[in-house]
């Protein structure tokens, strides 16, 4: 009878308000095509989803719809900020533990209407269980444009186009405005950037990867543009290798970037001395919000070319504030009034992230050091 009553309340609702039944998409499904090109049904009405990727797991944050998210992947789940951001997400299970490792009876037990994959997950997902998958994509390449197309990707399957182009809108305006800055450094003239991640700072991307473009847009040079380090390797993450000592004392850049201890332990180790990087103390500790910077997230599209841009160029951005920057990104996107506390702990890489960028062990380093 309660069922009755409800569906005869929500007709007249409907009719008094809206001249039609409010209740008519419950039930309701629609056809929609995902970025691998596969057709499938998804409800009218989306209340409970398995969103499974690292990186890509704060895309509903920025959407506003992170109620419906009932499954989730350790790297969203072990997010220090994100738990901050979002009080509920400690009760979210995270069958997914990383790329191709995945809980399936935890996941079947969350109960979702449909999973949101990429095409190692979505694969065995399809292969398990009956739950209905929907790719994010065939293969990513993480530039900008692929993260602007996952955005939109989402946005459209939750109705929240308006959001998504807010976000495309804010990259690309900060991409111009880098450009705008460093656009006219002759190649000659640009400083060379060495990404050396894990405790021993030597697990870089080469040239074949996302971070190639990322490098480029702050209007540097990658120094390990001639490596590939393109594909999967045993123990480390996609897109990235490990290279010797040897080679980087070879490249001799001028900035050293590392995601594991301080630039101090760099410093001090008499390996790294006759780096120019670390003679001009140029060495810095990667950003880490929601995720770590220099995966292929939405928040790093934006704030880590700016960042690497700065700390380069800083004559050219003087007027730039990396802190009012990331308070601005994520007042914008992520609907949230960031502490001047949390806005230094994110600059100083002191947040703790489910994954480190190298060899994929937890990072839980330096947490209040600076």
Known sequence: MKQYALLILCAILGILFLGIPACAEEGKTRLITDMAGNEIEIPVTIERVAFFGGPIGQVPYILGVQDTIVATSIGSKNS???????????????????????????????????????????????????????????????????????????????????????YADYLDSTLSLIKSRIGDIPLSEQKVLFNGYDANHLITYGGDSYMQERIENAGLKNAAQEVSTSGVRPGIHSGLDEISMEQVLKWDPDILVIDTGSPDDVYNDPKWASIKAVQERQVYRLPNGVFVWNRPTAESAVLHPLWMAKIAYPERFADISMKDEVKKFYQEIFSYELTDEQIDKILAGEFASAISAGKGQTNQTNMGNK
């Open 80 to 166: 220090q900020l994100l738990n901050i951001m979002d009080q509920n997400l400690k009760n979210v299970p995270s069958p997914r533990q990383t790329n191709g490792i995945i809980n399936i009876e935890e996941l079947i037990k969350s109960d979702p209407q449909f999973v949101l994959a990429g095409d190692v997950d979505g694969a065995i997902v399809k292969k398990q269980t009956t739950i209905p998958v929907v790719y994010f994509f065939e293969s990513s390449d993480g530039t900008a444009e692929q993260t602007k197309a996952e955005v939109a990707f989402v946005g459209l399957i939750y109705g929240k186009e308006d959001r998504a182009q807010k």
